[in-house]
């Protein structure tokens, strides 16, 4: 229904929608951009100049190439493209190039790869169920969905201003979902795998992925009452996956391992020498955690219960610092946050498999392993709650419930990029953005769930209002007063610490859903 829907009168919106976010992005090419310019810069000139063998080990600028191989041959193709525009930006001595057709070379080309985003989120729609048909075309869930992923402003600035290439990434990721969707397993795991060798960051849902094609594409019938019918099971099909896996593996990491270079790769893809948080805290568990250790460390100079001259002082004053010494709590190991991570994923597994909801269950784990890792993950960057926040978008559009979730982790995950954009010029750029896409997400949400109760409570509502004096504290307030100079890290830390308070409780919010959700007796039946 909903592929007819999508298919009678709805590609005219559904192109137009596509053609004006391009425009926008288009427009911000001028924009400012952050270090990432610099980096995937670098790995053009690598991929360009030095044979295979030394792609992994160039080290000439700081920015070394640390993504899988898929993702070093996506920039070898554009170097060749990037020569007609300016050769000079292929130079690895030439760090921090950049000339004007360098900068339009490099906009540009995320934007066209963003084509693959755009197919992928058509592909998300066709799989919406039509039953709430709507007169009005703003109000039909499939044109809802189309804006809040296409439009996602998390994306539009992440990508487009600040600078990377997530779009196409998303767009391999979420056709996969689709294609899972439609019961086409065997293309929906070789999109993955393939995802999986362009940025390893996709490994954190990768569970979700493991577990449903094990539920539903290996084992092929259930019992009437929904449980596993274990002599279902098929091997063909378990041999197809792993055939899919193992040939996309060799494909990518074949050449390194004749190399002899694997372990070299391998170093380069996992850095653990990093700190256990990102120069900025992403907002997540390790955020309240380190904010809890600064309180008692004042709270414990202050009644001299700590030795202020044995205390590290960036520890006390840096909130920049990348290896972060805990002065009160127990300092964090990688090993620590692996074994976090995991014990936060497995409920969600277990769910998927024991409770099977077809598509919307494995959406729902795919979702909370994506929070779960961002939660407790080693060395998080803030823009991983992309990850979480994209596939949400599909379940906001079904269940009010999950609605307010979305609302909830949305707003605030979007707000705690507020500091990647860091410049004057781009401070408009963000709120306008920032507000509109909020407020078409809360009004359309809302207008789509009329019938039901209020989609946040009064207590979500108060949290999130809170935002608004929170930025204009640190945008405006704070760079006028004294504390600047002291303590250039207090607008980070309250933003992280404040939106950490929001994503957990999301996060606690849908694990609840999940796990105490029953399942109809129609749904057992599938």
Known sequence: QGARAMAAGGRGWFRALALGVSFLKCLLIPAYYSTDFEVHRNWLAITHNLPLSQWYYEATSEWTLDYPPFFAWFEYVLSHVAKYFDPQMLVVENLNYSSRATIFFQRLSVIFTDTLFIYAVHECCRCINGKRAAKDILE???????VLLLWNFGLLIV???????????FGLMLLSVARLCQKRYLEGALLFAVLLHFKHIYMYVAPAYGIYLLRSYCFTANN???SLKWRSFSFLHVTLLGLIVCLVSALSLGPFLVLGQLPQVISRLFPFKRGLCHAYWAPNFWALYNAMDKALTILGLKCNFLDGTKIPKASMTGGLVQEFQHTVLPSVTPLATLICTFIAILPSVFCLWFKPQGPRGFLQCLVLCAL????????VHEKAILLAILPLSLLSIQRAKDAGIYLILATTGHFSLFPLLFTLPELPIKILLMLLFTVYSFSSLKSLFRR????LNWLETIYLIQLVPLEIFCEIIFPLTPWKRHFPFVPLLLTSVYCALGITYAWLKLYVSVLTERISVRQKAE
């Open 224 to 226: 009437a009452d929904g």
């Open 452 to 455: 039901e109760k209020p989609l």
């Open 140 to 146: 039909k869930p499939t044109f809802i969905l189309a």
């Open 159 to 169: 990508d487009h201003i600040h600078f990377q290439y997530n779009g196409f990434l």
């Open 372 to 379: 779960s890792s961002f939660m407790f993950g080693w060395h």
